[in-house]
C-alpha cells in the first residue's frame, strides 16, 4: 500500500509538456533523422526518452542504457536511436510520411515533441514523346508529350522554346497536364502535352520541357509554309566578263522550297527540275539584258535581274620590233573599245611616263620598251612595242686641252650613232677613255705626249657609215709661239679696223664740204665736228698703238 501511494503521487507531480510540431524532409530510400527537441542537449535529469507514433511505441532508452525496440511491425528492423537521442528510420518509403513524437522524462516533467516527416523523391528523368512530323504555320498541331515518373510530390513540368518558358495562352500555346499514381510506391508520373501554332521564325527553334532542374533532351521541327517570295541571284567568281560563266541561282522563301523553276535566259524559257541553279556559259557582250526566274506552278511569282557583261578591247600600232632612222617620224596608234571608263598609263623601260608619247622627229634618246596599260575596274590589257633609231655616226665636237702636268694632252671627240659607234684616233695615246653609251651618245678621250706638231683625225664608225674629223696638235712650246702669234694678230688686226674707219669717215666729210661749197651752205657747225671726230680717231689710233707695243 505505501509503495501504490508513492507511485500515485509521482504521477500527479508529473507536468506534461507539448511542444509545437516540427517538420523533417526526408529523401525516398534514404535513412533519415528524426530530431529530438529540434536537437537540444539532453537535460541534466533525465529519466527516459521514448519514441513513439500513432500506432505504438518504436523504442524506449533509460538514463546510460542502451535503446530498446519495442515496435513488433513494419519498423522493427528499420528504427535506432542516435547519441543525441534523435530517431533514425531506414530505408525510408511514402508510408513513412507520419507522425513520431519523441517523449523527454527528466525530474517531474514528461515533455513531448512531435515531429512531421514527409518523403521526396525526384523524378528519375524527363523526356518527350509522341513528336509531331512537322508543324505547320498557323496551324494548331501537338507537338509532343513530356513525361517525369518516380516522383513525390508529383513533378511541375515546363515547356521551353529556346530556353525560354513557354506560357499557356488558350491560342498559339496550349498545354495540358495529368498525374498518375503508382499503387504500390506511391510515386507519381506527370505527363504534360503542349499544342503549339508555329511562326516562320520557329525554322530552327529547340523545344525542350524540365521537371525539378531536370531538362529533356532537346528537340526541332521541320516548320513549313508556302513560298511567298522568290529572289534571283547572280553568282560569279570576279567580275562578269566575256568568256567567263555567268550562274542564276532562284531562291524561295517557302519551306519545302520549290524544287523546279522557270529561268528566263534573254527572252528564252529554260525549265530547270531538281535544281534551283542554271548556268550561262561562255558569255559574251551580247549576253547583257535582263533575266528572270519564276515558279514551275506560279509564273507571276518571278524575280528579274539586269545584267553587264564588262569587255575591253585594245589595238596598238606599231608592235613587237620596230626599226627607224634618226630624224624619222613615227605614228602612234591606239584603239580602245570598252563597256565602261577607261585608264590608260604608259611606260618607258619600265620607268611612268607622264603623257603619252609622240615621235614627230626621232632622236637616239626615243630608243626603248614601251608599254601602254589600259584599265577597266578590275580588268586590265597591255601591249608593247620595242623602238630601236638607228642613224649614221657623226662627230658632234673634237677638243683638247693640257694634262695637268703640262706635259700631256688630252683629245676629245664626241659623237653619235646607233648602233653604238666605233672610235678609232689616227695615233697611239697613253691611256684611252670611253663614256658609257647612252642615247646613241658616246664620248672618247685619248692621253698623248706630242713631240712634234700633227694633225690627229678621230674616225666613228657603225654598219651604217663613218665620219670623220681632224685636230692639230702641237708640242708645248709651239703652243706658246702659237699663242703670241695670236695676241699680236688680233691687235694688228684692230689697228687696221681702226685705219679703214678713219679714212672711211675722211671721205665721207670730205664729200659733204664740197656739196656744200655747192649750194652755199654756212660751215661753221660741220667743221667743228669734223675736228671733234679727228681727234677721236687720234686718240685711238694712239690707244691701239700702245697695246701693239705690249
Not at 505505501?2 to 507539448?18: M, N, R
Not at 529547340?206 to 531536370?214: K, P, Q, R, S, V
Not at 553568282?235 to 522563301?253: F, H, Q, R, Y
Not at 507571276?300 to 575591253?312: A, F, G, H, P, Q
Request: hydrophobic content about 35%; overall charge negative.
Amino acid at each position: 500500500m505505501h509503495f501504490s501511494g508513492c507511485l500515485c503521487a509521482l504521477l500527479v507531480a508529473l507536468v506534461y509538456q507539448v511542444s509545437g510540431m516540427d517538420t523533417v524532409i526526408g529523401l525516398y530510400g534514404e535513412t533519415i533523422e528524426v530530431p529530438c527537441n529540434n536537437g537540444a542537449p539532453k537535460p541534466k535529469d533525465l529519466f527516459m526518452t521514448k519514441w513513439k507514433y500513432d500506432d505504438g511505441d518504436l523504442l524506449t532508452q533509460l538514463k546510460d542504457q542502451d535503446a530498446s525496440v519495442i515496435a513488433t511491425d513494419k519498423y522493427k528492423d528499420r528504427v535506432s536511436m542516435a547519441e543525441n537521442s534523435s530517431l533514425l528510420i531506414a530505408a525510408a518509403t511514402l508510408k513513412d510520411e507520419k507522425t513520431f513524437t519523441c517523449m523527454v522524462v527528466a525530474g517531474a516533467d514528461i515533455s513531448e515533441y512531435p515531429v512531421k516527416l514527409l518523403i521526396h523523391k525526384a523524378p528519375t528523368g524527363v523526356e518527350i514523346t509522341a513528336l509531331a512530323t512537322e508543324l505547320e504555320i498557323g496551324k494548331p498541331t501537338q507537338l509532343g508529350q513530356c513525361s517525369t515518373s518516380d516522383a513525390n510530390p508529383a513533378a511541375s513540368i515546363t515547356w521551353f522554346k529556346n530556353k525560354k518558358p513557354l506560357v499557356a495562352d488558350g491560342k498559339g500555346i496550349i498545354i495540358s497536364s495529368k498525374v498518375k499514381v503508382d499503387e504500390v510506391t506511391g510515386l507519381t508520373t506527370t505527363s504534360s502535352i503542349l499544342q503549339y501554332t508555329a511562326e516562320k521564325g520557329d525554322t530552327a527553334a529547340l523545344f525542350t520541357c524540365g521537371a525539378l532542374n531536370t531538362l529533356s533532351s532537346p528537340v526541332s521541327f521541320t516548320v513549313t509554309y508556302p513560298t511567298e517570295r522568290i529572289s534571283l541571284h547572280v553568282i560569279s567568281k570576279g567580275p562578269l566578263m566575256e568568256g567567263s560563266n555567268v550562274t542564276l541561282k532562284c531562291k524561295a522563301d517557302g519551306n519545302p522550297p520549290p524544287t523546279s523553276f522557270n529561268f528566263h535566259i534573254l527572252g528564252k524559257l529554260v525549265k530547270v527540275e531538281n535544281s534551283d541553279s542554271y548556268t550561262v556559259t561562255d558569255v559574251t557582250r551580247e549576253s547583257t539584258g535582263e533575266y528572270k526566274c519564276s515558279i514551275i506552278d506560279n509564273a507571276k511569282m518571278e524575280d528579274s535581274k539586269n545584267i553587264t557583261i564588262n569587255y575591253l578591247d585594245m589595238s596598238l600600232s606599231p608592235s613587237g620590233k620596230v626599226m627607224k632612222s634618226f630624224g624619222e617620224g613615227l605614228a602612234l596608234t591606239l584603239q580602245t573599245h570598252a563597256s565602261g571608263e577607261l585608264k590608260v598609263s604608259w611606260t618607258k623601260d619600265n620607268g611612268k611616263l607622264d603623257s603619252r608619247p609622240t615621235f614627230d622627229k626621232l632622236t637616239y634618246s626615243d630608243s626603248g620598251k614601251y608599254e601602254v596599260v589600259v584599265t577597266m575596274g578590275p580588268l586590265v590589257k597591255k601591249a608593247s612595242f620595242e623602238l630601236v633609231v638607228e642613224g649614221v655616226p657623226v662627230i658632234r665636237r673634237v677638243a683638247k686641252r693640257r694634262g695637268e702636268d703640262g706635259q700631256h694632252k688630252v683629245l676629245t671627240c664626241e659623237a653619235e650613232g646607233s648602233p653604238k659607234p666605233t672610235v678609232a684616233w689616227s695615233v697611239n695615246g697613253t691611256s684611252a677613255d670611253e663614256s658609257p653609251y647612252v642615247n646613241g651618245k658616246i664620248t672618247h678621250k685619248l692621253t698623248i705626249v706630242p713631240t712634234v706638231n700633227l694633225t690627229v683625225v678621230c674616225t666613228v664608225s657603225n654598219e651604217l657609215g663613218q665620219d670623220t674629223r681632224t685636230i692639230n696638235v702641237s708640242t708645248y712650246s709651239s703652243d706658246e709661239g702659237d699663242t703670241t702669234k695670236l695676241v699680236v694678230g688680233v691687235i694688228v688686226g684692230l689697228l687696221l679696223a681702226t685705219v679703214v674707219v678713219g679714212l672711211a669717215y675722211w671721205l665721207y666729210m670730205k664729200k659733204s664740204k664740197q656739196g656744200s661749197w655747192k649750194t652755199g651752205e654756212k660751215e661753221d657747225g660741220s667743221t667743228e665736228e669734223s675736228k671733234k671726230l679727228e681727234e677721236k680717231i687720234e686718240e685711238k689710233l694712239e690707244e691701239n698703238s700702245q697695246k701693239v707695243e705690249v
